[in-house]
């Protein structure tokens, strides 16, 4: 005799759309349920289905709550060789199949720019002339909108070379852009020049809000290190403060706000070389990351200066899973971001 199987009977369907509807008509329910969404493309089609769904995933307050449960993903590595012309590598990350299409525009934006800058999806890209008599051009570029440029006004010229007495030495400048945060102006940024011998550094402030740039801020100090070392420094703008690693044993620091140089020591144990690296953290201080051949040791400053470990990290066991194609480097390569 064949043994019958006893189906399952579901609930009716007028009480399944009734218990369906008890939850999605929820709205602290429906909010919980958004929330858990884990792609922002998820997010954008979850909007489509009503008008009070759209209301829900718009809100500012949701939006916020949604980021910090779902920060950005990286999308890619820039690697930029250490010396001058070197090639500059974008090794792309693999993407879930509800990203990997805008991580593709995304990437493809990186190798098509010099990148100054970048800040929550903005870069802020240099422009050479073909006219080499011509000065390059600045502009703000949205990741997942590279056709809709934001033309920047010209920097102004540099006076930090006239507070460095040119000796013997050689001496050296530079010009560096960084994105700000300033509200709803996107294009606000920091102009910073940079100038230095072997003996001194002096540094020009301006800033640029609404198209129209601060009057400048001069100021120098000492800094006794070889030129190329200063070149090659590692360097951060944290808030209102840009952090500069030095040969020295300590970090050199320059407030805008006061147009003034200051000097922070290493955390104890901790030595100058170029495998320190700075980082920028979600409130306030700074984090200074060592690396010692797979692993990470991280440090966190406080606004009075007072350092405290935080983690070593294993970087085998933290960077495993993002699966990034196999990439041979020759020694003088560094990760930007």
């Given at each position: ?33 958004l929330l858990r969404l884990d792609l922002p493309t998820w997010l954008v089609r979850a909007a489509l289905v ?49 990203l990997a299409a805008a991580a593709r525009r995304a990437v493809w934006n990186l190798r098509r720019s010099d ?223």
């Open positions: 005799m064949a043994s019958s199987k006893r189906k399952r009977s579901g609930p009716p369907p007028a009480a399944a759309a009734v218990s369906v509807a008890s939850v999605l008509g929820n709205d602290v329910l429906l909010t919980e349920i009503c008008r009070r769904w759209l209301r829900r995933a718009s809100d500012q307050a949701f939006l916020r709550r949604f980021r910090g449960l779902h920060p950005p993903r990286v999308l890619a590595l820039r690697v930029v060789g250490l010396w001058f012309g070197s090639e500059v590598r974008i090794l792309p990350i693999p993407q879930p199949p509800g990148v100054c800058h970048c800040r929550n999806g903005r870069l802020l890209v240099e422009m050479e002339d073909p006219d080499p008599t011509m000065s390059a051009t600045y502009a703000i570029r949205r990741l997942l909108h590279p056709t809709r440029d934001v033309p920047l006004p010209q920097p102004p010229p540099s006076r930090s070379s006239s507070l460095v007495p040119h000796d013997s030495g050689g001496i050296a400048s530079g010009r560096r852009l960084f994105l700000l945060e300033d509200g709803h102006d996107s294009t606000a940024c920091l102009c910073l020049n940079l100038t230095y011998n072997e003996a001194v550094i002096g540094a020009d402030i301006s800033i640029l809000k609404s198209g129209v740039s601060s009057a400048e801020r001069s100021t120098v100090t000492e800094l006794p290190q070889f030129l190329l070392d200063t070149m090659r420094a590692d360097n951060l703008l944290v808030g209102n403060k840009f952090y500069m690693m030095t040969t020295l044993g300590y970090i050199l620091g320059l407030d805008l706000t006061t147009a003034s140089f200051f000097t922070l020591q290493l955390p104890d144990g901790v030595r100058s070389s170029s495998s320190l690296k700075f980082s920028r953290p979600q409130h306030s201080g700074l984090y200074l990351i060592a690396a010692k051949r797979l692993q990470l040791c991280v440090w966190h400053c406080d606004d009075l200066g007072h350092w405290a470990w935080v983690h070593t990290i294993s970087v085998r066991k933290a960077c495993g899973h993002l699966n990034v194609r196999r990439w041979v480097p020759n020694g003088h390569r560094k990760l930007l971001f």
